[in-house]
């Protein structure tokens, strides 16, 4: 996509990314998607979780929260969103582009997506499938992998980056990441591929 836009990418402080998780995310989440703050915190402490910004004028436009597990070289996409006023103008994808190219010396982005066959409602059916398409055209490939995580059933996709295979063995790529972001005994019970 080709655009006049001066887009950036900025990684955040953990003090800047507390201040888009409380201003934005509760906006653009559902409440029983977002973990509480101390959560990301004690990741972020640990080396493996950060957030990026995506600017224009310094006028924040998307961000992107994400898991990193050295031992796979992969990134989970925890959260990812257009800010609510610059929906539909192309700033997801131009923001996709970035986190592509700034990430291209991980594997591989898993991304989690709803899954379709789980909706309760065409609308509900429609957003997910739209969901899809987006990703796809910004070079999110799906995968045959599918889990269930909290109670939500997900289909897996993966943007392949150093490693154009990303996509093999991803169920235990995501184990992998869980694994770090949970104890034990709440992976057990939150966490199964299907």
Known sequence: MSSTRNIYIKPLTLYEAKAVY???????????????????????????????????????????????????????????????????????????????????????????????????????????RRRIAFYEKCGVVMTNVRSHVFGVDYRLMVMPLADRDAGEGIGEKLTSLYKLMLPKWEFDSVFRLR
Do not use: Q
């Open 22 to 128: 409380i201003g934005n995310a509760h906006r653009d989440f559902p409440s029983n998607e977002l973990k509480p703050f101390s959560m990301i915190e004690r990741l972020w402490n640990r080396g493996c979780y950060n957030g990026y910004g995506f600017y224009e004028a310094d006028i924040l436009r998307a961000y992107a929260f994400l898991m990193a597990d050295g031992s796979t070289n992969m990134l989970l996409v925890d959260y990812f969103a257009v800010c609510e006023n610059a929906r539909g103008k192309g700033y997801g994808t131009e923001a996709l582009a970035l986190l592509k190219e700034t990430c291209m010396e991980r594997n591989g982005i898993i991304f989690e997506v709803e899954d379709e066959d789980s909706a309760k409602s065409e609308e509900e059916i429609l957003i997910r």
